[in-house]
């Protein structure tokens, strides 16, 4: 077998076609490196299927008198906890230059008549740092980035599943790819890619909820880092919301402002208001429309807009009940024009001229390509129900890295979702922004290392994974039924409500199949499936691993779960390894914000020796 398996071999190798994929691949290009891109399938993932009602780009102000500065926004970066200073730093040092390269590759982010681009208040923000393509703003993003990396001259390789990190001496020297085109034929297609440097930039973890709003092209792989000896960080830190069901999308922003109502329905077809029933009528409202820009499940808001998370939970989970968002109807107590509203929401109403006599009318003049979306996707949103949940939307942790976006593994490094960069509480819209500041730090990094003379062969590697597939057993429990277990009981047990035993049943039940896993059944010719279904046990285990340390300590974050423990002081990372005897957790500090020389001939000396100017 080891003869016979394809080697690439490359300078760089940049995994996954996304936002952050692509920009990395296009500076690495665009510095003089020879650059491979790996990937599934060219337009899947995460930048290129989802959006929201106004999907943020959260980045330096850039518009009108208001003051800001790289510092005020590194601060409130790291006010959010859970993320070190340097990154903060980086993150926002890099947040202008980002966002205006993507203006340059013709990404449609409005400006006034003068050319400010005007900004918004988005939630955990400081000042009006965010702005706005559209629903779609991902999506614009990622085809820009791929056009202008197809233009350069990025060789991609596409159809390929990146399964195992190789590793030679404490350094990640290359990969093993599954080519899902061949992946029946004798040696399960497998691909070695030899690279000096590799970059993961796959996105969250998608793969580890039953209960999503990440798009099912997406799985994520964060296990074959972990598996590898990388530290990841925050793996606790998940970001849930109100999603819709079979069109997976979050109803934040104008689907929640315009007050539509939320019903639910039991196994009889009786329908209940369920929110006004808990809350009282104007009080149901008032926390609706608050949904639209506090939209993230949030433990501090408990006892406010969060409150219909909790309930929408009860509804389905505690009751059995099925739960819709109905905009052909009002709520309960609703009054012309909004007059049963509190002020906030009905002056919010009453300025955007969003008093229609329906939720879908009041939608319909607020932002109809919100409507729009429904309806290219088979929903009609003035005819029928849309069914909810509360689904996990977002991975706030991820392999650790430093500033150069550089994991704990030499040679591997990690950018967007994949890295744990975003912290506890991060502003609407820094995700994006991480995308493109990490591929900078991350390519400028690798440009300036010395190129191997040869790159380490992994052959013996993909003789062993080869032989492993070909023993796997025939009998054994199916993979598909194994992994969709452990999803379902993720979002039982380790969502954005949390239950101790629950999770500690888990934890020992995924050690116990993992240490089984050559007697699961791996389907007939797809072997990428059995891999994939193994990184996500990987990588819940190290989940919910790191979900009990938090636990145990108290933190404070996006769950509103077990009893508390004293909080500790400060701003912590929850640092979580595979190791071989298991799964090993441990909780520092962050670092703080740097204290930086901004002198400007020290600055510009320390560049040229940095960057081996002259």
Not at 269 to 297: C, H, I, S, V
Not at 495 to 511: I, P, Q, T, Y
Not at 594 to 608: A, G, H, I, K, T
Request: net charge negative.
């Amino acid at each position: 077998m080891g003869s016979g398996h394809q080697v690439h071999q490359t300078q760089a190798c940049v995994v996954g076609s996304g936002c952050a994929g692509w920009a990395t691949a296009l500076r690495l290009k665009q510095l003089g490196v020879d650059v491979l891109l790996v990937t599934q399938a060219l337009r899947d993932g995460t930048s290129h299927n989802t959006g929201s009602d106004k999907q943020t780009y959260y980045k330096l102000s850039l518009a009108g008198f208001e003051n800001d500065s790289v510092g005020e926004m590194a601060r409130d970066l790291y006010r959010g906890g859970g993320m070190d200073g340097e990154i903060a730093l980086c993150m926002a040092a890099g947040s202008a230059r980002g966002f205006l390269n993507l203006c340059e590759l013709g990404v449609p982010f409005p400006t006034d008549a003068y050319g400010q681009y005007a900004g918004y208040q988005t939630d955990h923000d400081q000042r009006r740092r965010a702005t706005s393509a559209g629903p779609l703003t991902s999506q614009y993003m990622a085809r820009a980035l791929e056009k202008a990396g197809l233009a350069s001259g990025v060789r991609v390789l596409e159809h390929l599943c990146a399964v195992e990190l190789i590793v030679h001496e404490g350094r990640v020297c290359g990969l093993i790819a599954v080519d899902t085109d061949r992946q029946s034929e004798d040696g399960h297609g497998l691909v070695e890619i030899r690279a000096d440097q590799v970059v993961l930039a796959t996105g969250g973890a998608a793969y580890c909820y039953r209960d999503s709003v990440y798009p099912e092209s997406q799985s994520g792989m964060l296990g074959l880092a972990l598996q590898a000896g990388a530290v990841a960080a925050n793996l606790h830190q998940w970001q849930y919301g109100l999603a819709s069901l079979g069109f997976r999308w979050n109803v934040s922003g104008s689907y929640q402002q315009v007050i539509p109502r939320y019903v639910s329905v039991d196994a009889e077809g009786n329908a209940f208001e369920f929110l006004a029933d808990a809350l009282g009528e104007q009080r149901a409202m008032d926390m609706t429309f608050l949904k639209g820009y506090e939209w993230p499940f949030d433990a501090a808001k408990a006892k406010g807009s969060s409150q219909v998370d909790l309930l929408v939970h009860r509804e389905m989970h505690e009751k059995g009940r099925t739960v819709y968002l109905d905009y052909r109807h009002n709520p309960r107590g609703w009054k012309p024009g909004g007059e049963a509203l509190s002020d906030v929401p009905r002056q919010y109403l009453v300025s955007s001229g969003s008093v229609q006599d329906t939720p879908i009318d009041r939608l319909l003049h607020m932002n109809a390509p919100a409507v729009a979306l429904y309806r290219d996707n088979g929903i009609d949103l003035a005819a029928q129900l849309l069914p909810i949940a509360v689904c996990a939307q977002h991975l706030n942790g991820g392999l650790m890295v430093d500033a150069d976006w550089q994991t704990t593994l030499p040679g591997l490094y990690a950018v967007g979702e994949c890295a744990g960069t975003f912290g506890v509480r991060r502003p609407g819209g820094s995700a994006l922004n991480a995308t493109q500041v990490g591929a900078q730090r991350a390519a400028e990094h690798i440009a300036r290392q010395p190129k191997g003379e040869q790159a380490y062969s992994g052959d013996a590697a993909v003789r062993a994974l080869a032989g492993m597939l070909d023993a796997l057993t025939e009998g054994g429990r199916p993979i598909g039924d194994v992994a969709a277990h452990f999803r379902a009981a993720m979002s039982r047990h380790a969502a954005f409500l949390r239950d101790v035993e629950g999770m500690r049943a888990l934890k020992n039940e995924l050690a116990q199949m993992l240490r089984e896993v050559n007697q699961w059944t791996c389907p007939t010719g797809r072997p990428a499936a059995w891999l994939t279904a193994r990184d996500q046990m990987r990588t819940q285990l190290a989940c919910v691993d790191a979900m009990l340390l938090a636990a145990q300590q108290g933190l404070p974050g996006t769950a509103m779960v077990y009893p508390r423990a004293a909080v500790p002081d400060g701003n912590h990372i929850v640092q979580t390894q595979l190791a071989v005897d298991g799964v090993v957790s441990t909780m520092r500090e962050a670092t703080p914000i740097p204290e930086s020389d901004l002198w400007f001939e020290n600055v510009w000396r320390q560049w040229r020796e940095r960057n081996k100017q002259d």
